[in-house]
């Protein structure tokens, strides 16, 4: 990272007022994306983040998230038409926070990556993370996930998962969630799923009289639904 100082950025907030972002990388705008965002919340801040991604021939990027105590985060991150991608996410979580992380992949080309870590070092807090991927074209997703309770971590509650819809016979999709937990009061799940659009829900909607294509909108939007509908930023929710 000590390669990109210029791409860098560090945010501090500390406040008990929600504060909502929009991130927004593209090759419409010529400047160089940033490489690096740390994010430092302070006791009782909330925020919540609308992460884009589109247009991109290569894309890299590193979040981090320090939470302390009673801090909340919710993050909602978009992938379309990329070639190369590969975003990492990293959550520190102290005593009685929250954590909210759901991504949706798309239209892409090309080889997308993303992986999370999150790291619940105190008790009392929550993790959940939904990831969905819609794969077609030849491209190839990847997911690994990971959710770490240090032993210390009493009563935490995590949750993880992550599902590909393959729209063709070229595409690719790997997911690999995992859980590391040292405590043993807590409540942690994961689980993945790789598959294609349902046959008997096609036929049904078509002897609706809704065409084909019609229908494979409909049954994709509503796959990737479970991604979007923690977002709450009121301007485009």
Same mark, same amino acid.
């Given at each position: 990272?000590s390669?990109?100082?210029?791409l860098?950025?560090?945010? +501090?907030?500390?406040n008990?007022?929600?504060?909502?972002?929009?991130?927004? *990388?593209?090759?419409? *705008?010529?400047?160089k994306?940033?490489?690096?965002? &740390?994010?430092?919340l302070?006791?009782?801040?909330?925020?919540?983040?609308l992460?884009i991604?589109?247009?991109?021939?290569?894309?890299l990027a590193f979040?981090?998230?320090?939470?302390?105590n009673?801090?909340s985060?919710?993050?909602?991150?978009?992938?379309?038409?990329?070639?190369?991608?590969r975003?990492e996410?990293?959550?520190?979580?102290?005593s009685?926070c929250s954590?909210?992380?759901s991504g949706?992949?798309?239209?892409n080309?090309?080889?997308?990556d993303?992986?999370?870590?999150?790291?619940?070092k105190e008790?009392?807090?929550?993790?959940r993370?939904?990831f &969905?991927?819609?794969?077609?074209?030849?491209a190839?997703?990847?997911?690994?996930?990971?959710?770490?309770? +240090?032993?210390?971590?009493?009563?935490t *509650?995590g949750?993880?998962?992550?599902?590909?819809?393959?729209?063709?016979?070229?595409s690719?999709?790997?997911?690999?969630?995992e859980?590391?937990?040292?405590?043993? +009061?807590?409540?942690?799940s994961?689980?993945?799923?790789?598959?294609?659009?349902? +046959?008997?829900?096609?036929f049904y909607?078509?002897t609706?009289g809704i065409?084909?294509? *019609?229908? &494979?909108?409909i049954?994709?939007?509503a796959?990737?639904?479970?991604?979007?509908?923690?977002?709450?930023i009121?301007?485009?929710a």
């Amino acid at each position: 990272l000590s390669l990109y100082q210029e791409l860098n950025y560090i945010f +501090d907030y500390n406040n008990e007022k929600k504060i909502s972002l929009v991130i927004i *990388d593209s090759n419409r *705008d010529k400047k160089k994306s940033p490489r690096y965002l &740390k994010f430092n919340l302070h006791q009782n801040s909330n925020i919540e983040i609308l992460q884009i991604t589109y247009n991109k021939e290569s894309s890299l990027a590193f979040y981090e998230f320090n939470q302390s105590n009673s801090s909340s985060v919710n993050m909602t991150v978009l992938q379309a038409n990329n070639i190369q991608l590969r975003n990492e996410f990293y959550f520190n979580l102290a005593s009685h926070c929250s954590t909210k992380i759901s991504g949706a992949n798309f239209c892409n080309l090309g080889v997308n990556d993303n992986y999370s870590f999150i790291q619940h070092k105190e008790p009392n807090s929550s993790s959940r993370e939904v990831f &969905k991927s819609i794969v077609e074209r030849g491209a190839i997703t990847n997911f690994q996930g990971k959710i770490y309770v +240090d032993k210390i971590a009493q009563k935490t *509650d995590g949750y993880q998962m992550s599902r590909s819809l393959l729209l063709d016979n070229i595409s690719k999709s790997n997911n690999k969630p995992e859980l590391e937990i040292y405590a043993d +009061d807590v409540k942690c799940s994961y689980g993945c799923t790789i598959g294609q659009l349902d +046959d008997n829900a096609l036929f049904y909607m078509r002897t609706r009289g809704i065409s084909k294509e *019609d229908a &494979k909108t409909i049954l994709t939007f509503a796959f990737a639904s479970e991604a979007l509908e923690k977002l709450t930023i009121n301007e485009l929710a």
